[in-house]
């Protein structure tokens, strides 16, 4: 009788052991992540003391004595370029401003913009005329300035700037292509027939293009197969769209204008086909970033308040945090716009889009 009372009572131990693990299996069980970026995950603020310690190391200083346009970090690593607003002339100094030259003095008047490429040589620049905008390919080697054709925008550098990907559109037949080409505009191939006259493109990873129109009904974000073809919508709509891809063409700072609310900036982070999104706190947009070359954290300017100065924010996707590295105050009051860092990333430099100056902050 004993033995049979024993004998219940182990299996009902033994039930009850097989219910809960069965339970906590179920309840653990790895869904994987899916497709879905509308539910987002946020960042949340550094703890302890690492935003205000970082703030107080950080230094802020005015490198140029002209305003500026197009700045970069030279061929070898060691110096800054950057052409002079007004006149275009080109100068280099070194990281704290210092030891100022003349490269070229050739006026190159009404420049909007030089794009670089990632050997500090090239560069296409905008250049304003009574005809409407121009682009170049400027040489620093030979100080060449070689004219694109006029049916050619939105270029872009490939990851490793020795190719463009632009669209070439023929407004008289309202026809063109998303092609590819030597920097001067050589040996192109057409990638993808459009209709659209109106496209930004960026060019994130070796095989991978991805583009959007900034106006009319459809202004989806797209990525481009240039081997297969193959197109991916990976973002709806948004109004002034603007994106800006990290070093491993893996993760995506997006940001767009939402009604009644104002900019917004999200992340998304491309994992096995599947995507993971997160959402900022900071009022900022993707042009007032910069990603750092392990492609796992980056800076944003921005502001938590409309009433604060403009700050540096340090973001670590790995963490899911953020934190304050450089507070301005309103007697050096700065907007952080198309920020670079040095290549051993103790300097971020950017142009101010206050005074159009170029400066740096200490990391």
Not at 25 to 48: D, H, P, V
Not at 79 to 88: H, M, S, V
Not at 130 to 155: C, E, Y
Request: hydrophobic letters at 35%.
């Amino acid at each position: 009788m004993n033995q049979k009372k024993i004998l219940i009572i182990l299996i009902a131990i033994l039930f009850g052991l097989i219910t809960f693990l069965g339970g906590y299996l179920l309840a653990n069980k790895n869904t994987g992540q899916t497709a879905n970026i509308a539910g987002l995950s946020r960042f949340s603020s550094f703890s302890g003391k690492t935003g205000p310690e970082k703030s107080v190391v950080a230094k802020l200083n005015r490198l140029s004595s002209v305003k500026v346009i197009g700045p970069t970090v030279s061929e070898d690593g060691r110096n800054l370029i950057y052409f002079e607003k007004d006149t275009g002339k080109i100068f280099s100094s070194d990281f704290t401003g210092q030891n100022t030259q003349i490269i070229t003095g050739e006026i190159k008047e009404n420049i909007t913009e030089a794009v670089w490429s990632k050997n500090g040589r090239q560069a296409i620049v905008a250049k304003k005329t009574p005809r409407g905008q121009t682009l170049s390919l400027f040489d620093l080697k030979n100080k060449d300035l070689v004219s694109l054709n006029a049916k050619m925008s939105g270029i872009t550098w490939s990851p490793d700037g020795q190719k463009i990907a632009y669209l070439f559109f023929e407004p008289t037949t309202e026809e063109g292509n998303i092609s590819i080409a030597n920097p001067d505009g050589s040996s192109f191939k057409n990638i993808l027939p459009t209709r659209n006259g109106q496209l930004k493109i960026t060019w994130p990873s070796k095989d991978i293009i991805a583009f959007h129109s900034p106006s009319g009904a459809d202004k989806s974000l797209l990525l481009l197969n240039k081997e297969t073809g193959e197109l991916e919508k990976i973002l709806e709509s948004y109004d002034n769209l603007k994106t800006l891809w990290s070093p491993d063409g893996l993760s995506l700072i997006y940001s767009y204008n939402k009604e009644g609310i104002g900019p917004v900036t999200n992340i998304i982070r491309i994992k096995d086909g599947n995507y993971e999104s997160m959402e900022t706190d900071l009022r900022t947009n993707a042009g007032k970033c910069v990603w750092r070359l392990n492609s796992q954290k980056f800076y944003c300017g921005g502001t938590k308040a409309d009433s604060e100065e403009e700050g540096l924010y340090e973001f670590d996707l790995n963490k899911k945090e953020f934190g304050l590295v450089f507070q301005s105050n309103s007697a050096d009051s700065i907007s952080i716009e198309k920020p670079f860092l040095s290549p051993t990333e103790n300097f971020i430099f950017f142009t101010n889009g206050y005074d159009q100056y170029l400066y740096a902050i200490s990391l």
